[in-house]
């Protein structure tokens, strides 16, 4: 008992700078959130500029198609959720599975390069690619289908954010669940193989349940994302044709401001964002540790 | 933190100390703004210096630092070793006209410039003066109190070249630059060539069929149709009409425009209804008329079928892909050199067509100014940058005998840079080339840069890849800039060019309707009553308050 | 591990690679496209005759890079600020992920701390405000503004104590047995044995540093300055024209060279490639010397 009193301030001590830094910079900056209760100008700056309570938040919710800009939000934000961290889990068990070392170490290291591109390059790869002479058009020329103007297709625009955002980042996501693989105790293998475990076996017995905690924690921290559907990718593919489908809330803010300089909206914007996905971890937070006694953090 | 404040203060204190001297120097002079950073604007510290007062050229005793926002040319090669953007012989003869000196409070180049602009705009930290590139980052920096009133200091202390300048284009550079009454920049005046969109087609493509050049929309349509049919340049994956958006006020080529123009339809100008009231172009019934037309071209194939989806348009013009496009004057230094580099046998020419039903070219013009040198408000020495335009504007046009420029080195290194010329300098140089050209006017009556489009012409107009650079700026100036010179070219200018306060609230909103529509239109998803559905919506959302508040801005 | 490998087992491994193999040929195009367009004539890159294979082979965007001084100095600033950023991301992460692995019971703060380190990560005043603030602290165009406000990344602290609590609490009785403090612990049992996820987050910090870009355009007033990223980008983001001077159109044509840039993208990939082999070594199994039974 006195031992851990001690420790106390040593735990302290030992966050003691990161605590410091983070209030110097994210917290002191964190004034500029009153902006979005303003009419923010920047010649009278904030402390003297008009205070407007709510009405940024009201002014996103009443745009005629404020309704569609969510749903496609929603959509697209919740989709890319789902498959940045289903298709890295996949292909870390693939990877795990198998036994050319050689040929796993460049595979691994050529899938996480794509991460590396920005959307500007990879959107004119895509549009190349997806074009009405495109690849895949000419692939489906061969089947007798008539060439798809994809990118001018509600029908398969958020597809395409959707898939072409997957392909980018998985190998990169895939790294926290082989760094989780390795953490996982070679004892744990030995005692499978002993009680003759086959690789089916082995893999829901040991592998999947040593890396749900990686798991369930990248899936909560997801949820931050709700909100998120992505701006650089949406900004760089998308077209008026497809404003239906594939406009979120994010470029539609960027589109005011080009014209209107909302710094008040833009940071009502980001502070319902953050809101929303604040109370979303609380929640799966409170609901993991009730129901299942589990601390994700 | 603390240095700085220090530093303000003793400035602060000195500043204030001269200006009490200022004052009983001063005294009978008449002050317009009342308050702040007016009055000691146009006061001189030294009370020797009365008499000339208001000399636009006059030199200061000291020294004076300005700290500026540096725009730089990231491909620039020009300043010679040890010279900087911000020392280099421009800011050396500003030293020694003017004795001003300069430290840039921040310098950067293309996309990184304007998020500077931004970012100054936005938090209020801005370095004493700046140039910005575009209407509505002046309008941002005006709502947010950020800028001197510049009214009276280019009354006073504009140079009679620069007051010549800007009455050649009827004062609308300064009326761009004017909210409520003041003017709140110095405004920079450019070419109106840069607006005016032309066809520019392959000749050889047109020879090898027998073509003649097209002049009506009918004749535009079969050309492109035998293109395409008869492939006469054997291309792969051939393609119409390239756009990069149907229609655009500046350089945003390759548009539709002259389509649209040639219906007597000008989308992005203020024009006229059959009454006389004022209405935007976009929901003319003109308007309708070349929506209808186009979405018939696009289903036969005739426009892009990509043109809404394409990242980089350039592309199947570079590529020669496409026989004919429009463009502005200058496409000699992009596209078409790099299209002659990958075929060399192609002929480009440009024409003025197609034509409207009045025999006429007709073409909206762009407002003559969309760039703006602006000074931060309470800068103690707002009329030390008239000065530095006078200096400059005089220096562009040659006029400083003992300049003792290199006039190899770029422009762009001036330390403030927004061109302050004619509005039709394009023409102007266009017309004595082409004149020397057809030995109408002797070599020796060129300027020194009309002599040189004028030899690269002679050395490469049968070789354009011998010298891809030199051919650059003479087809431009030749064949695009001698269409400007065409009498059946007619300006229409649009009758209002600012932006009002609706159309700041709601204009994200009306684009986002209007691109949807007109692309989904011609594309084929939506039906051409969708422009009707178009237009009462348009009213509803914001048009009609828009519409009222410019009718009013134009009320005598 | 296994020896016998019944016909089931190499189909199934067979398949693996076959997938895997698919995967790594979609991954490979982007970069196999940018390095064909960096080895082709720029006109005929503009043009998009590029698709798989080099247009007009030629060296000359490499040969550019190479006389650049200004790519070499950003290089240089890149460097800088790599090493200086991940390595106060590696400490800080560290010192700061072992305390708030304790329960709440061992280290009563710990649930204030870690909320607030979570708040700190999802709520943000914005753009002005951030930039405000640093220059209010005089770190404007200095390297500290590109390193200090991101000193703690969040992300790799909550991973860190992730793992950290997924370590057998024998380790640490024992360390403690033995008459250890929390440091000698921390930096002799805990950090030895958590080499996969302390290689992750490193990485994490890593990449992060050397891809950012935004913060240099915002936070550093002379060009000479940009770190890599920076640099590259100015020049690489989608330019409209409408907003174009007639000085920066006529150069538009030099701005746009795709060649160049593909070149400039793929020379700045390279050390981040370079480094990931390195780093997957710490992804092995058998880390853990398997000493402590569960």
């Known amino acids: 008992m006195g031992r851990k009193k001690t420790f106390a301030l040593d735990y302290h001590l030992m966050l003691a700078p990161g605590i410091l830094l983070l209030v110097l910079f994210s917290v002191v900056p964190m004034f500029g959130i009153v902006i979005a209760f303003q009419q923010y100008s920047p010649g009278r700056g904030i402390f003297h500029s008009e205070w407007t309570g709510l009405d940024n938040i009201r002014y996103m919710f009443q745009l005629r198609d404020s309704g569609l800009i969510f749903r496609n939000t929603l959509f697209i934000a919740i989709m890319k959720i789902v498959g940045n961290l289903a298709v890295p889990i996949v292909f870390a068990l693939l990877l795990n599975e198998l036994r050319m070392r050689l040929f796993k170490r460049i595979v691994q290291t050529v899938v996480y390069l794509p991460h590396f591109l920005s959307w500007v390059i990879l959107a004119g790869i895509l549009t190349d690619i997806l074009g009405y002479k495109g690849l895949v058009n000419q692939l489906l020329s061969v089947f007798d289908i008539e060439p798809i103007l994809f990118f001018a297709s509600n029908k398969w625009f958020p597809a395409i954010l959707i898939g072409s955002e997957v392909w980018k980042e998985f190998g990169f996501n895939t790294i926290v669940f082989l760094a989780a693989l390795a953490g996982i105790s070679p004892a744990l293998y030995e005692a499978a193989a002993l009680d003759g475990a086959g690789r089916w076996q ?12 990686v798991i369930v924690l990248l899936a909560t921290l997801g949820l931050g994302n709700v909100l998120n559907a992505g701006f650089d990718q949406v900004f760089n593919l998308y077209n008026p044709v497809v404003y239906e489908s594939g406009d979120i809330i994010d470029t539609y803010v960027y589109r005011s401001g080009l014209m209107d300089a909302q710094y008040g909206l833009a940071t009502a914007v980001g502070l319902l964002k953050s809101v929303v996905s604040f109370v979303l971890i609380i929640c799966s937070y409170v609901l993991a540790s009730r129901f299942a006694n589990y601390r994700i953090f | 933190m603390s240095t700085r404040f220090i530093r303000n203060f003793t400035l602060l204190f000195v500043l204030s100390a001269m200006l009490t001297t200022a004052c009983t120097g001063g005294a009978g002079k008449p002050e317009s703004t009342a308050g702040t950073g007016g009055d000691t604007a146009t006061a001189k510290p030294e009370a020797t210096t009365i008499a000339e007062e208001h000399d636009p050229f006059g030199r200061y005793e000291e020294p004076l630092e300005i700290s500026i926002g540096k725009s730089l040319n990231l491909s620039d090669k020009s300043l010679p070793e040890g010279d900087t953007p911000i020392s280099n012989q421009f800011t050396r003869y500003l030293e020694k006209r003017l004795n001003l000196k300069f430290k840039a409070y921040w310098q950067a180049g293309g996309e990184a410039y304007s998020q500077k602009v931004s970012v100054a705009t936005a938090s209020g930290d801005l370095p004493d003066a700046m140039v910005v590139y575009s209407y509505s ?51 920079a005046s450019q070419g109106l060539g840069d607006s005016m969109y032309m066809m520019f087609i392959r000749q050889d493509w047109l020879d090898k069929l027998g073509l003649q050049a097209p002049t009506t929309l009918e004749e535009l349509e079969h050309v492109i149709a035998e293109f395409l049919d008869k492939n006469p340049g054997n291309v792969k994956d051939q393609i119409g009409l390239p756009a990069y958006s149907l229609f655009g006020m500046t350089n945003n080529f390759p548009t539709l425009n002259p389509i649209f123009a040639s219906y007597g339809a000008f989308p992005t100008n203020w024009v006229k209804d059959k009454d006389g009231n004022v209405m935007s172009g976009l929901i003319a019934p003109e308007t309708r008329e070349s929506l209808a037309k186009l979405r018939e071209m696009y289903a036969a194939g005739l426009i892009d079928k990509e043109f809404a989806l394409r990242k980089d348009v350039l592309e199947p013009i570079i590529s020669n892909r496409t026989g004919v496009f429009f463009g502005p004057w200058w496409m000699g230094f992009n596209p078409l050199n790099q299209s002659m580099q990958n075929d060399p046998e192609a002929q480009w020419k440009a024409y003025l067509a197609p034509l409207g039903k009045d025999g006429k070219y007709n073409t909206h013009v762009q407002s003559p100014s969309s760039m703006f040198y602006v000074v931060k408000k309470g800068y103690k020495h707002p009329e030390a940058i008239m000065k530095l335009v006078n200096v400059q504007t005089e220096n562009e046009q040659g006029l400083d005998p003992d300049a003792d420029m290199d006039l190899g080195v770029d422009w762009v290194n001036e330390p403030l840079r927004a061109p302050v010329d004619f509005p039709d300098s394009i023409e102007k140089d266009a017309e004595k080339v082409i004149k020397a050209l057809n030995n109408e006017l002797p070599v020796d009556q060129l300027t020194s840069k009309q002599k040189r489009i004028y030899e690269s012409w002679l050395k490469t107009k049968d070789n354009p890849t011998s010298d891809i650079a030199a051919w650059s700026e003479a087809f431009s100036y030749v064949v695009g800039g001698g269409q400007l010179l065409q009498p059946q070219l007619n300006k229409v200018p649009s009758l209002y060019y600012g932006e009002t306060n609706t159309m700041v609230t709601k204009g994200a909103a009306l684009g986002k309707l209007q691109q949807e529509v007109f692309n989904k239109i011609i594309m084929g998803s939506a039906p051409i009553e969708a422009f009707d559905q178009f237009v009462n919506d348009w009213k509803k959302q914001g048009g009609d308050e828009i519409t009222a508040e410019v009718a009013e801005l134009l009320q005598p | 591990m296994m020896k016998s490998h019944s016909l089931s087992d190499k189909l199934a491994d067979g398949l693996i690679a076959l997938v895997l193999g698919g995967a790594a040929l979609l991954s490979l195009y982007p970069i196999w496209y940018t390095v064909a367009v960096s080895l082709s004539s720029s006109a005929a890159a503009a043009g998009g005759l590029v698709k798989l294979w080099p247009v007009q082979f030629t060296l000359q965007a490499y040969r550019t890079i190479m006389d650049d001084p200004a790519f070499f100095r950003a290089f240089g600033v890149s460097l800088q600020r790599v090493g200086l950023g991940a390595l106060i991301n590696f400490v800080l992460t560290v010192l700061m992920a072992y305390p708030l692995s304790k329960s709440a019971a061992q280290f009563s703060g710990r649930n204030v701390y870690m909320w607030f380190v979570v708040f700190t990560m999802l709520f943000s005043g914005g753009l002005i405000p951030w930039y405000l603030t640093i220059k209010e602290y005089e770190l404007l165009n200095t390297i500290w503004a590109l390193v200090l406000p991101g000193a703690v990344p969040v992300f790799n602290v909550i991973l860190t104590v992730n793992f950290f609590r997924s370590l057998p609490r024998e380790l640490e009785e024992a360390g403690y047995m033995d008459g250890a403090g929390p440091w000698y612990v921390l930096w002799n049992i805990f950090v030895p044995l958590s080499a996969p996820v302390l290689a992750t987050v490193t990485l994490f910090s890593i990449v992060g540093h050397w891809n950012s870009f935004f913060d240099g355009l915002i936070l550093i007033s002379n060009p000479e300055k940009y770190p890599l990223q920076t640099y590259v980008q100015q020049m690489v983001v989608r330019f409209s024209t409408e907003s174009m001077t007639p000085d920066q159109l006529k150069n538009l044509g030099e701005l746009s060279n795709r060649t160049l840039n593909a070149a400039k993208i793929f020379v700045t990939m390279l050390p981040v490639l370079l480094i990931y082999p390195f780093l997957q070594r710490f992804f092995i199994h058998g880390i853990m010397l398997g000493s402590v039974k569960e």
């Open chain 2, 137 to 187: 980052e002046l309008r941002k920096l005006v709502d947010a109190g950020l800028v001197e009133d510049m009214t009276d200091v280019i009354e006073q202390y504009a140079s009679p070249l620069v007051k010549e300048i800007y009455a050649a284009g009827d004062h609308a550079a300064t009326k761009a630059a004017t909210f409520g009454g003041r003017v709140m920049a110095i405004p």
């Open chain 1, 202 to 213: 082995r893999l829901r017995h040991v592998t999947l349940p040593g890396m749900i905690p």
